[in-house]
T-cell receptor, first 114, second 112 residues
């Protein structure tokens, strides 16, 4: 009974490189959420996706960040031209459907930008 | 404001009760959650309460909700060293979907 799977667990990038973070939701879940946790801070909402659709990206930085959740395969959070300030833990969560379902979280990807 | 607020740090002795407080922002929030995060790990849902309840008990955990003051608390009875973690409260704001807004987290340190 696999939960939300995120990979890689740790990702090291140099400034200017691209980071791709993957999230496989719980089997049968069609809703995916991405959150960012900066050091010593809480979780900040980034984006909410359903299969092939972005529903709410109000928490995504306007530039360099993008997210997708294709019909087949995992959800991808992509950060282009990373900067040191992008260093954080990125968490993915999934839920089955509806407005009142609990979120199930992955273990996160720790991104370090050198 | 938009922020869900928590005190940053709490230290208790093993065997004592811990009370972690949270002030949320949206009086129309439908659910309020408590999550636990251990070092290097993701978030684990501990418990939740519907907004039409004022108390929920689940083994060593008691959640109290004061809707008038938008105040939520988590009481852990007989706190153990394994309870040391960061605890996040979160509110579910009705935006047509599950928009979960997290607090800043309270780091609980249990002293043996």
């Amino acid at each position: 009974n696999a939960g939300v799977m995120q990979n890689p667990r740790h990702l090291v990038r140099r400034r200017g490189q691209e980071a791709r973070l993957r999230c496989s939701p719980v089997k049968g879940h069609s809703h995916v959420y991405w959150y960012r946790q900066l050091p010593e801070e809480g979780l900040k909402f980034m984006v909410y996706l359903q299969k092939e659709n972005i529903i709410d990206e109000s928490g995504m930085p306007k530039e360099r960040f993008s997210a997708e959740f294709p019909k087949e395969g995992p959800s991808i959070l992509r950060i282009q031209q990373v900067v040191r300030g992008d260093s954080a833990a990125y968490f993915c969560a999934s839920s089955p459907a509806g407005a009142n379902e609990k979120l199930f979280f992955g273990s996160g990807t720790q991104l370090s930008v050198l | 404001g938009e922020d869900v607020e928590q005190s940053l740090f709490l230290s208790v002795r093993e065997g004592d009760s811990s009370v972690i407080n949270c002030t949320y922002t949206d009086s129309s929030s439908t659910y309020l959650y408590w999550y636990k995060q251990e070092p290097g790990a993701g978030l684990q849902l501990l418990t939740y309460i519907f907004s039409n309840m004022d108390m929920k008990q689940d083994q060593r955990l008691t959640v109290l909700l004061n809707k008038k003051d938008k105040h939520l608390s988590l009481r852990i009875a007989d706190t153990q060293t394994g309870d040391s973690a960061i605890y996040f409260c979160a509110e579910v704001r009705p935006r047509g979907y599950q928009k979960v807004t997290f607090g800043t987290g309270t780091k609980l340190q249990v002293i043996p």
